[in-house]
């Protein structure tokens, strides 16, 4: 082992080739959400599937049932068989406050069903179950972004055609030997009834005693393509649609984002517009779902909606539904809109996220309803605030500015103080050669970068909970890193300790594990700053002018190569003793940053509970969060670093025995 190798001899010992691939691998699926979060409920599947049930007798059962009487021995045999099996999925549920209510009204259901009720009263009581079952165990209820319908006409065609026809009248090449036969989209009164996610639901996992295959496989992005394609194929009057949704402020603030709009029956809105009216505003926003996301920039009505349903489950005594919904309000509805409210007015930002840190810890704490009633309108009123800051008209050159500077300076003088530190030692120690493995890693990590945000543009979408485990485990896992590299570096500053090293291990190889450690490090220091950078700017580019942008960030990028160049000049002129204190200090220094910052992203995805600390500014900076569980990591990271300078002093102090 040579000097420039003994830096990191520790560490590299863990993070060979067989270490370093593996996990430089998840983390890049981690942040585009391809890697599930280990906090996922295996429920999910069963609610869904329940739902996906309940949606279909609503529509289906008056075509087994009138006045009493079978219409359809067959249809009436599946609706009594999916009904029992609505009764079996929500009776398998996980313990809640609310499943024993669910299960009396499954069984509810259920008899209507045996007793060939009307029609009506049936899908009244399917559609009240499917409602108080997502409240109780809330699913995704939307696509990330809108759904590209020109993806699900292809899909359309390669997959579904052939049963249900190409214009969807159900009389495609194989219906003829399909019992029962495929559904007809074109059929309106069934359209009526039925809403994108029911669709994309069926999708997903196919249908029970039917030629209809799951198509689990496909992406969700391209399932929810699907469902929205088909689902226009009974409503025609697209141009009048956009008219009246134009010119009708009161529906648009109806259908205020993609999760409204998903869950919508034509049926439904129709019983407050008019049918004729419905039918037409369906066939324009199914067709153009991105009308929705276009109504209001920076609208937080998903949050707002989020946290009345999460007070509304824990004023019902559902303290884990109302846990999650109050998580869903922040990753769905205020995280996607985070980057641009933070360029813009950093201090609203933070105090958001301080009180929906407060209302999960009060939920949890299990405190009065009237006090966390009292919480949510403080949130109410916050998330107005970032509304207004965030509209268009807010917006400014000079604001675009500073903003698309200000966050690639943050985001880059982190990563660039790790890795000039890393190139300073190599030259430091005469192992220049070694540099090159450093600056492959922060190479590869821009060029994941970019693919990163063009998976994320064209394919999938990033959701706030992939974000926020990307920034925590990277966050999480270079703290570990530079914890031992710095314990190291402050035991090789003490007097004659680097000499004798260089002495001891003068001439030996390079090992293979240590140059992939060296672009381990740097890949993933630099990839975490990169991907967080790659959100800010998809904000601002959607808010502001790309010159400006380019500006801002190009004002940035001239603004790190001087702090880089001076850093590398002074420690190039420090003695080696000098340089190794100096190093280790902010080395320790970033290791407890990342160390707050880490398991504040964690509590932010929901991976940590929450334990206010009110006497604790809030400084993210210095990786600073006000709860117990983000200063205690930095206070762990501190005692093991005094401990460790404590160790190297006293084994420095011993007399070296002759040799």
């Given amino acids: 082992m040579n000097n420039a190798e003994s830096q990191i001899s520790a560490p590299n010992r863990f993070f060979g080739a067989r270490a370093i691939v593996p996990i430089l691998l998840a983390f890049i699926a981690l942040s585009l959400g391809l890697a599930p979060p280990a906090y996922a409920k295996a429920s999910d599947d069963d609610v869904q599937t329940a739902w996906r049930l309940l949606d279909y007798v609503a529509v289906d059962y008056r075509g087994a049932v009138a006045g009493g009487q079978i219409k359809s021995a067959t249809e009436y045999a599946e609706m009594a068989e999916f009904s029992a099996t609505v009764e079996t999925k929500i009776t398998a549920l996980p313990a809640s406050a609310n499943r024993g209510a669910l299960i009396a009204e499954a069984k509810t259901f259920r008899a209507l069903v045996a007793a060939k009720a009307a029609p009506d009263d049936v899908a009244q009581a399917a559609r009240a179950l499917g409602t108080h079952l997502l409240a109780a165990y809330p699913v ?26 190409l214009t969807g009248d159900g009389h495609g090449p194989d219906a003829a030997n399909l019992n029962p036969a495929p559904v007809a989209f074109r059929d309106a009164d069934r359209a009526r009834e039925r809403s994108a996610f029911a669709l994309y639901q069926v999708i997903g996992q196919g249908l029970d005693g039917t030629a209809m295959r799951s198509f689990a496989e496909l992406p969700s992005q391209d399932r929810w393509a699907l469902a929205f394609y088909a689902s226009r194929f009974a409503f025609a009057d697209s141009d009048r649609g956009k008219k009246i949704w134009t010119a009708d402020a009161a529906l648009r603030k109806r259908v205020p984002n993609l999760a409204a709009l998903a869950g919508l029956t034509p049926a439904a809105l129709g019983r407050e517009i008019g049918r004729e009216n419905a039918d037409a505003v369906m066939a324009y926003l199914r067709a153009h779902p991105e009308a929705v996301t276009e109504v209001r920039a920076g609208s937080l009505t998903l949050a707002h909606e989020k946290l009345q349903a999460s007070i509304a489950a824990y004023a019902a005594g559902d303290r884990d539904a109302a846990k999650k919904l109050a998580l869903s309000a922040y990753l769905d509805g205020f995280e996607p809109v985070e980057p641009a409210l933070a360029a813009r007015d950093a201090t609203l930002m933070g105090r958001i996220e301080v009180e929906m840190g407060n209302l999960r810890a009060m939920i949890g704490r299990g405190e009065d309803v009237a006090a966390v009633k009292d919480q949510v309108a403080v949130l109410d009123t916050l998330f107005s605030d ?36 890393m190139i300073a030692f190599l030259r430091k120690s ?21 693919a990163t945000w063009a998976v994320a543009t064209f394919f999938i979408g990033v959701s706030g909970a992939s974000r926020e485990l990307t920034e925590g485990f990277g966050s999480l896992f270079a703290a570990i890193v530079l914890l031992s590299v710095g314990i190291w570096m402050h035991g090789k500053s003490q007097a004659g300790e680097w000499q004798r090293y260089i002495t001891e291990t003068l001439g030996k190889a390079l090992s293979r594990s240590s140059t992939w450690f060296l672009f381990g490090l740097a890949f993933i220091v630099v990839y975490r700053e990169v991907f967080e950078t790659i959100l800010f700017y998809a904000a601002l580019t959607a808010q502001g002018s790309s010159a400006v942008i380019l500006a801002g960030a190009g004002s940035a990028i001239i603004l790190l190569g001087i702090i ?35 398991v504040a992203a964690l509590q932010e995805a929901g991976m940590i509970d929450i334990a206010p600390l009110a006497q604790i500014p809030r400084i993210p900076v210095l990786g600073l969060f006000p709860t117990w569980e983000s200063v205690g990591a930095q206070l762990l990271i501190v005692a093991i670093v005094a401990v460790g300078a404590w160790y190297n002093g006293r084994r420095a102090s011993k007399p070296v025995a002759a040799l």
Wanted: proline share 4%; glycine share 10%.
């Fill in 140 to 165: 995704p209820l939307a696509p990330t972004k809108a759904p590209d319908l020109s993806r699900g006409a292809a899909l359309y065609a390669n997959n579904c055609a052939s049963c249900h026809g």
């Fill in 386 to 421: 970032a509304e207004e800051v965030l509209s268009p008209d807010a917006a400014s050159t000079a604001s675009t500015f500073i903003g698309a500077f200000t966050i690639l300076l943050r985001e880059g003088v982190e990563a660039l103080l790790i890795v000039v530190a």
């Fill in 430 to 450: 005469d192992r220049g050669e070694m540099v090159r493995h450093v600056h492959a890693g922060w190479i590869v990590a821009l060029l994941a970068g970019g």
């Fill in 564 to 598: 880089a160049w001076v850093m590398l000049r002074f420690s190039a002129k420090l003695p080696v003793g000098e340089f190794f204190k100096y190093s280790s200090a902010l080395i320790a220094v970033l290791a407890v940053v990342l160390a707050g910052k880490g």
